[in-house]
C-alpha cells in the first residue's frame, strides 16, 4: 500500500508485506528472539529490549554485522555511569578491515564532482590504493594515536587516506576546502597532525576555485605538519614551492606501489578513530573524539537496520568532508554498500545533477538536506516527470527539521514509493537518536522511531517524561556511539558541561522535541534557539514552517530580541525574511507572513517584527545560524565568523534602525 494522502490519521507511505518480509530490521528481530529466547512482536517490543538489554542488544549488532575482530567476553562495564560506561572492553578490532573486506572487481566507490569530473574503484582497487597509502604514511612515521587530516572534497582520495590512517591506529580528522584560512587553524590547530592531505581547489556551481594560495598561508601555522600531500584536482600544472614540506600525491604514493597488503593494526574498542569539529559559531571549536568501535557498530546498526542497505545497494548522502555525514556515508562500505560520491553545488546543471546521478548510478538511497528539499520546491523541480528513478527506495533528510510540506513534496513530486526517512542527531553522537525505520509507515511531519539501543525519550524541565508536550530530548542510558570525550580534556569537565549539566547522569542533546502519537518525534528546533516570549517556549522550526510556505519567502531566519531592553528578562519575536529576486518587502507581504503564523499557530508565535533581509548566514552544512545572528542584534561579538559559509551575511542584521523601536 502506498499513499500520498497527508490526513492526519493516514500515513503517506506504508511497507508492503512483501517488504517488511525481506527488510534486514525483519531478519535481525527473528534472530534475536532466537538467540536469547525472547519474544519481540513488533518494533515497539524490539526498541524496548534493546534498551533494557543492552548487553544483549549490542552483541546481536555485532553478530548481525559480522564484524571482523575479536570481541572479548564483557560487554559492558559501569553500564551505571554516564559518561564513564565502557563498551566491550576486551574487543579488538580496525575500522578499517571492517570497511575493506572486498577485493572484487564490482564497485565500491563512484565519485562525481559536479559535470567536470567522473572516477570510480572497485573493491580491489580501493583495497590497493589504501594499502600504497598505508605504507606511505608508516613510512613517514606515522603510528597509532597521530592525526592525519584531511582539507579535501569528498572525493576518493579523502578515503583513501581515511581508512589508511585507521588501517594504522592514526587519527583522522577533515575539513572541507571552502573553510578559510583562520577556520582551518582553529580546527587542526588544535589536533596537530602530523601529515595533511590536501586539494589543489575544487569546483562549485562551474566555478574553480584555487586552494594552493590558501595552503601557502596554512602551512607555515600548522607546526605539527610534517608532510602535506597534494591531490591533483583542478590544476595541470602545480608550483609547490610557497607550501612547506608539499609533495604531490603521486609522488608520495609511488615508491609503495607494490603495495598489495595492508597491515591492520588490532585495537581497542574504544581506540579515538575521528577528531570532529562543532560548528564553531559561538567560539573556538569544540573537538570531539569518537571510538572506531562505537563508530562502527553504530553505523551498522544505522545502515543495515534502519535504512536496510544490503550488499549491492548504492548509497549516497550530499555532504562535504567537514559535516558528520560524510562519516556515516564511507561507512556503508561495511554493510556491502557501493557509496556514491559527489562534491560541489547541489545544484549544478540546471538543478538536476543529483537526480541524474540517481538515475546514472542506480542510487537505492538518496541522503540530503531539509534545505535542499525545500528549495527543489521552490524552484519547481519535479523529478517524478523528468527522472526514472526506479532504484531509489529510500531518501534521508536531515541538517534541519523536514516540515510537513517538504513531506508531501517528496510523495507528490519526487516519488510516491520510498521510505521518506527525516533523521536527527549530530557530530557529537557522529549518527542519529531518532530515524527511520524500513517496517513502519511514513506519517507526515514525523521522523519514524527512536534509534536501537539508544534510550531516547522527551523530558520536561523537573526531568519527568512526556508524551505529545514538548521537551528536552534526552538518551537516559549509555550507548557504545558516545564520544571517548573531547580533545585535551584531561579532566572531562568541557565534554560533561556539554551534555550532562542538565540532568545528572543522563544525556541531554539540546534538541526541543515531542513524541507523537504514532510513537515517531518532531523536533522544533534548537533548545538554545529556542523563542521565549513571555515566558511561553516556541520552537523556530514552527515559525519557519508557516513563513516558508509562501511562495514569496526564499528563506527566512527568527530570534528572541531582548525586550524591552531594560527588561532582558523577556523577548519580543523578531522575523527576517529573504525574499525572491526582485521582490520588496511592503505591509501587504508582511501582514500577510504575520496571519500565516497566527492562523497556523498561536498568536505568541507572531513575529513583533518581520524584516527583509539579503542573505541568511549559515554554516558550512548548510545550517542557519539564529544565536549568531541574535548576538549581532544585540551588539554582542560572533567569535567564530571562519565558521560561516557566508559571513558577510552578518551585516544584513547589524544596527537595524527598525529594532531599535
Known amino acids: 500500500m502506498n499513499t500520498t494522502a497527508s490526513q492526519p490519521d493516514t500515513p503517506l507511505w506504508t511497507p508492503s508485506a512483501e517488504r517488511i518480509a525481506a527488510a534486514n530490521m525483519t531478519a535481525f528481530r527473528h534472530t534475536a528472539e532466537r538467540r536469547w529466547n525472547i519474544e519481540l512482536p513488533d518494533y515497539a517490543a524490539l526498541h524496548a529490549w534493546s534498551v533494557d538489554h543492552p548487553e544483549q542488544f549490542w552483541v546481536s549488532v555485532w553478530e548481525d554485522g559480522d564484524v571482523v575482530g575479536k570481541r572479548g567476553v564483557r560487554v559492558l562495564v559501569d553500564g551505571d555511569r554516564m559518561p564513564g560506561a565502557q563498551w566491550f572492553p576486551d574487543a579488538r578490532l580496525n575500522f578499517a578491515q571492517n570497511l575493506l573486506r572486498r577485493r572484487d572487481g564490482d564497485d565500491a566507490v563512484v565519485f562525481w564532482g559536479e559535470d567536470k569530473v567522473r572516477d570510480r574503484l572497485t573493491h580491489g582497487e580501493l583495497y590497493r590504493r589504501v594499502a600504497q597509502f598505508s605504507a606511505a604514511l608508516r613510512e613517514q612515521g606515522v603510528g597509532k594515536g597521530d592525526r592525519v587530516a584531511a582539507y579535501m572534497p569528498n572525493m576518493p582520495e579523502t578515503l583513501i587516506a581515511m581508512l589508511a590512517a585507521a588501517s594504522i591506529g592514526a587519527i583522522f580528522t577533515s575539513a572541507s576546502p571552502d573553510f578559510g584560512v583562520q577556520g582551518v587553524l582553529d580546527r587542526f590547530g ?158 549544478a546543471a540546471d538543478n538536476r545533477i543529483l537526480f541524474d546521478y540517481a538515475d546514472a548510478e542506480r542510487m537505492t538511497h538518496f541522503g540530503t538536506s531539509a534545505k535542499f528539499i525545500d528549495a527543489a520546491a521552490k524552484f519547481g523541480l519535479k523529478p517524478r516527470e523528468t527522472h526514472s528513478l526506479a532504484t531509489v527506495r529510500a531518501m534521508m533528510s536531515t541538517g534541519s527539521p523536514l516540515v510537513p510540506e517538504g513531506f508531501d513534496y517528496v510523495y507528490r513530486d519526487i516519488k510516491a ?59 537516559a542510558r549509555p550507548f557504545p556511539a558516545m564520544p571517548v570525550g573531547f580533545w585535551r580534556d584531561e579532566d572531562g569537565s568541557k565534554y560533561r558541561a556539554a551534555y550532562f549539566e542538565r540532568f545528572d547522569n543522563v544525556w541531554c542533546h539540546g534538541d526541543f522535541c515531542e513524541i507523537t502519537a504514532h510513537g515517531g518525534l518532531i523536533i522544533y528546533g534548537r533548545s538554545d534557539a529556542t523563542l521565549n516570549p513571555g515566558g511561553v517556549r516556541i520552537g523556530t522550526a514552527e515559525i519557519y514552517r508557516q513563513v516558508e510556505k509562501l511562495h514569496e519567502v526564499v528563506e527566512s531566519i527568527v530570534i528572541g530580541q531582548d525586550w524591552p531592553p531594560q527588561n532582558p528578562n523577556d523577548v519580543r519575536v523578531v522575523l527576517f525574511v529573504k525574499l525572491r529576486d526582485g521582490m520588496t518587502l511592503d505591509d501587504t507581504l508582511a501582514d500577510r507572513i504575520k496571519r500565516t503564523i497566527r492562523d497556523n499557530t498561536t498568536p505568541r508565535h507572531v513575529p513583533a517584527k518581520v524584516l527583509q533581509v539579503a542573505d541568511i548566514p549559515r554554516t558550512k552544512s548548510g545550517k542557519i545560524v539564529e544565536l549568531a545572528v541574535r548576538n549581532v542584534v544585540h551588539g554582542r561579538a560572533v567569535k567564530n565568523q571562519e565558521a560561516l559559509a557566508n559571513p558577510e551575511a552578518l551585516a544584513h542584521f547589524r544596527d537595524r534602525d527598525e529594532l531599535a523601536g
Not at 524500513?438 to 534510550?455: D, H, N
Request: charged share 20%; with cysteine; net charge negative.
Open 190 to 347: 588544535q589536533t596537530e597532525p602530523k601529515v595533511l592531505l590536501a586539494c589543489d581547489g575544487y569546483y562549485y556551481n562551474g566555478k574553480m576555485v584555487d586552494c594552493l594560495a590558501k595552503l601557502g598561508e596554512i602551512v607555515p601555522q600548522l607546526p605539527s605538519v610534517e608532510r602535506v600531500v597534494i591531490v591533483p584536482y583542478v590544476h595541470r600544472d602545480h608550483a609547490l614551492g610557497g607550501i612547506p614540506h608539499a609533495r604531490m600525491y603521486a609522488d608520495f604514493v609511488a615508491p609503495h606501489h607494490a603495495a598489495t597488503e595492508i597491515g591492520f593494526e588490532a585495537l581497542p574498542f574504544s581506540h579515538p578513530l575521528y577528531v570532529m569539529y562543532s560548528s564553531g559559531t559561538t567560539g573556538v571549536p569544540k573537538c570531539i573524539v569518537h571510538s572506531a568501535g562505537g563508530a562502527l557498530l553504530q553505523h551498522l546498526k544505522e545502515h543495515r537496520l534502519h535504512c536496510d542497505v544490503k550488499p549491492g545497494d548504492r548509497v549516497f548522502y550530499f555532504t562535504t568532508c567537514g559535516w558528520m555525514m560524510w562519516n556515516w556515508l564511507v561507512s556503508g562500505l561495511a554493510a556491502g554498500a557501493t557509496i556514491l560520491l559527489y562534491d560541489g553545488s547541489p545544484f
Open 417 to 475: 514509493d520510498l521510505q521518506l526517512s527525516s533523521i536527527s542527531g549530530g557530530t557529537d553522537i557522529l549518527s542519529c537518536f531518532v530515524l527511520g525505520n524500513p517496517v513502519l509507515p511514513v506519517w507526515r511531519g514525523e521522523i519514524q522511531c527512536r534509534g536501537l539501543g539508544l534510550a531516547v525519550d522527551v523530558w520536561d524541565d523537573e526531568g519527568r517524561p512526556v508524551r505529545g508536550e514538548k521537551g528536552e530530548l534526552v538518551c
